[in-house]
Every structure is written in C-alpha cells, then in structure tokens.
C-alpha cells in the first residue's frame, strides 16, 4: 500500500534535516504503529506524506500503491486516496462543518470520476456516520472545528476519514489531548473502518491508544529514522523501559 | 497656496456645471446654501486629510470617463424578494419599468416633484443631515449633491412598511454622469427596509439622508454594480433617535473607484447603529470606506464591519472614525476593518480613529491585512479540496463576516450566492 524508500527531508526555510533516510512498507490491510521521543520527526512524516509546505525532500521517495505521490498536490493525494488526521485539527471560521465535508467528499468523487452525491445522499450518509461517533447535528452545523472540544475536534477527524473512505490513513497523535472514553470512542471509530484494502499509520507517544486500535507491526523513530521495527510487543517494552534503553542500543 | 486655489477654483467649476435645479423657495434656500457652504470649503483634493488615500481627481473631472457597460449573464440581485421595485436609467427614473408608487406605510414621491412643492417635513429636513455632517471633516461631493440634485426620492415612513423598496439603478449609456438623491424619514416607531442594487452610471455622486426618529428601525442592503470602470462618490447621513436602529451594509465588487462615506449621529439615547461592507476587488480598483460616527447619547451601540478581498494591485481604503461626545456615557463603538491581500501587488490603506470625551465607554477596533492562511488551506486541500476552490471557501468565510451583519437572513443569503458566483466565474 504504502512503501517509503530512503527518505530524506529539510525545512525550506533553514537548512536542517529532520527525516534522515526513512523506510517503511505498510501493506493493503495492515495497521502499522510509529512511536517516538519528541522530535523524532513523526509529525513531519505525515505532513510530508500528505504534502504540507515547507519542506524539501532532498532524496528517496513514497509511494501510494505503486505511484508516486511526492510531486503530487495535497489535494491529489487525497482524491489517491491517502488522509491525514491532523494533531491539531485547523479551525475555519466562516464554513460550515457539512458544507466541508460535502465538498470535500464530492471534489474527491469528481477527481475520480464517480458522480457527485446528491444533497439528500450525503446528508443520509453523514447522519449515520456521525451517530456512531456521537457528533450531533449542532456540530455538523458549526464552523469547522470552531469552538469543538479537544474530543470533539479529533471525533470530526475521523468522521472526515469515515466519508472520505482513505485506503491510507495516517493518524498523527490522533490520542493527545483525549481522555480516557474519548480515546475508546476515537478507537472505535478507527476501527470500525479497518478492512482489507484499507490501512492505518498510527503516530502516538504512548502505548494506551494501541490497547485500542491493535497494530501489527510497530517502529521506533527516532533522529529523523526508523531506528527499530518490532511487533506489538516492542510497544509494550516501550511503555516500560521508555526509550532510553533503545537509544543506547542503536548508539 | 497654490493647492487651496484650485480647491476653490474647482468648486466654482462644479457650481457651474452643476446648476440648481430650483423648485420653491424652501428648495431654492437649500440649494444656495448647499452652494455656499461648497464654496467655502472648496472641492476635495489628494492633499486633504480624508483624501490622501484615494485620489478624487477623476470625481471632480469636468467630463466623467466613461464606462463599458456590463454585460450581466446572472440574475439581477433581490430578484427572489417581494419588494416595491423602483427603476433608474443612469439616473432617470423610468416609471414605465417600475411599481406604482404605493405601499402602505410609506409615502414615496419624487424628488423634482417634492422640490416644487411646499411639504413641511422634507422643507425641515431637505440638506439639514448633510450640512451637520459636515463637521468637523468636510464633504464637498455631498454639498454638491445637494445643491444640484432633481433626482431620487422622498420617502416618508409612518407604519411598518408593507414590503421594501428597491431602487434598482441600470446603466445604459457609457458616459452618463449623474447625481442622485433621497430624503428618508422615519417616523416613530416605524420600520422600512431600503435595497439597492445597479451601477447607475459612469459616475455617480448619490447622496441619502436618513432620518430616524425613536424607536424606528432602518434596514439598508445595496449591492454596488459590477461595470469595471464605474466610478462613485457615495454618502449616508443616518440621525438616529431614542431606541431606535440603523443597519447598512454594502456590497462592492469592481468598479475603478468607489468612494462610500457614511456619517452617523446617535442623538438619543440607547440605540444600535451598524454600518458594514463586503468588498473584492480585482486589477485597476479602488474602494474606499469612510466612516464617522459620532456618539452624543447615552447608551447606544455602533458596529463597523468591513472586510475586502483585493488582488491583481486592487486598493482597498478604510478610514472609520468613532467620536464620543462628553456625556456620551455606556457608549459601546466597535470597530473592525480587514484586508485579505490573494497577492503581492495589492494594497490595503487603513486608518482607524477614537476620540473619546467620556468617561464609562467601551470602543474597541482593529485592523488587519494578510494573506490567505496557509494552515487552514493545507487542511481543506488535504481533504481532497483543490487549492482555487479552497481559496474560494476561506475567502467567502471572511467576507462572511461582514454578510452576517445583515438582519434578513434570505438577503443576506442572496448576498451570498452572489459572491460564489461570482467566484466560480472568474474561474470560467
């Protein structure tokens, strides 16, 4: 699904490099966990992935089912199929939480050459949607995330990821700022749409989220590298001993 | 030296290309004055304080440049509302196209009419806004307006009005160069709501003077026609009286220069007045709101909301003065006037003024200019959004801003769906 080879990347504006040569291969299906110290260059990952300004890629590539996406718009790696659930959700005064989503579901149709939905198709769907994420039809109507709760601005994450039907779904820090039944309602979510063809990237700090959303292969980053590669375990053993100790293994 | 010279010399060429149109004694008196108090404070120039952003060379031209007419290929605004539908064509009004001039609760007659008859209450009021709004910053083109006018109309509210008026103002002729006029008064208690939508001509100098007497509401929405090369010199001389209610709001999209002064004065107590304006501007445009309100009552409210969407060298001028008088007490004067600049080459010009001679007031304003905001376009792009039509959203939710100031929701949606349109055509 997604393969990323070598990849190197600096900030435009100074010369600093954060991601030192990454690899990582997340196959049709897989749920795969990153985890890290602060700094480690998680986050630019998947806005470099997603295709956030800013950054220069200075060698290696990512591909999208074969393809590859670096030199594609934001908004064409999307309509590819690829989403990111940000760490902090943007908030847009002035548009509506609904007129967002139907625009971006309908632009992402018409990119691939499905027919748009009707109003009455897409309000249908975005009810059920959010029901199972408890987002009543005052959060649909609000601004986009304006005035949400922490909770309430990652539950919208993933109502966006649930109408936009991804096959490649980055969550970055989905579980900062959550508490304990928030994280279980964001979990359950993420897991309701796990499928075959469908596959996740999960960024977290702490091994809690991974009680819920269970990966199948976990990596350590860090220093701008995937340092380690383990299964759920090496998550547990992080929990544990921090990540000291698998910093003075690869120093 | 030289500069005040031309000053003057410029008004008395006004004067005489502009003669009085007459009428009886009281608007003859109206009109002399009108002409002596433009002669006194002579023709705006690039060098007067309140016109150092905005060049007034091409308003006070002898010979107005002309203007292509638009080719409209949208439905006119207002089109969806049950109003009384008034027509201009540059400037004259044409009655064939219009409603008849009935409606209960208003009384509505011509101007030129009213200027030949002796009516009491537009004899007492006929210039008397605009000559107090001429202190202490001078409005020559509304002197002007006074001292030539023949066009436009008396309106005299006494109930709630049925339905609203609309002056609808067509520009046919490429060189039309024109003046308007209207005298509104609202008596107490009354309601009335005023649209107004169309170019009117090349140039345009239109003058309104709203009087609102208490607890009286005025509801104003006017949508500034779309030929690029308009240009206009617009005023609003709004008195508000005890309880009563004032809202305007403008919008404006092309047109090379337009001018819109609004000059408010709260004379009784606990009253609300709101002036706001939605702009965008593209290429050789400029646009300038100037706004003086003047709070001399207890416990009245005044709100400023202007937001402008400028690009291509598009310039957009703000200059919103709030000034509380001393016993003004409870004032509560907001003021916000933003920019957002979609390029380089743009410019925004603004310049917010308080003076405040009381003591418990709250006035608070702001200003801003920026770019579009990258994060919130990373964010919709990432959703699958191209980037013009995420620009297109974020840049009519900060026009929004100012839309929402107008209190009928279905006008306001008109507004709206204006301005989307006009997005989505740009893009062809």
Redesign the interface.
Known sequence: MLKINDLRVALKEEDKQILKGVNLEVGAGEVHAVMGPNGSGKSTLSYVLSGKGGYQVTSGNATLEGADILDLEPEERAAAGLFLAFQYPVEIPGVGNMTFLRTAVNAQRKSRGEPELSAAEFLKEVRAKAKSLKIDAEMLKRPVNVGFSGGEKKRNEILQMAMLEPKMCILDETDSGLDVDAMKLVAEGVNALRSDGRSFLVITHYQRLLDHIKPDVVHIMAGGKIIKTGGPDLALEVETNGYADLLAEVA | MAIVQAKYDSAEALIAANPAPGGVKWAIQAQAAAQARLREMGAPHRRDEYWKYTNPARLVAEIAQPAALFKADEERPFAEVDRLRLVFRDGVFDPEDSDPLELAGVEIEPLADVLQKDIHWAAMHYGQLEANGQNPVPRPMAALNTACANTGFVIRVTGKAAKPVSMVYLHRNETSDITIRHLIRLEEGTDFTLLENGPAAARLNKVMEVDIADGATFNHVRAQGRDHERQAATHMFARLGKESSFKSFTLTINGVLTRNEAVIEFTGDDAHATVAGACAGDGDFLHDDTVFITHDAVNCESRQVFKKVLRNGATGVFQGKILVQPGAQRTDGYQISQALLLDDDSTFLAKPELEIYADDVACSHGSTCGAID???L??????????T??QD??T???L??AIDEIEDDAIADDIHARLEGWMERRHG
């Open positions: 990258e994060t919130a990373f964010y919709l792009t990432s959703r699958g959004i191209p980037r039509q995420a959203m974020l009519l939710a900060f929004g801003e």
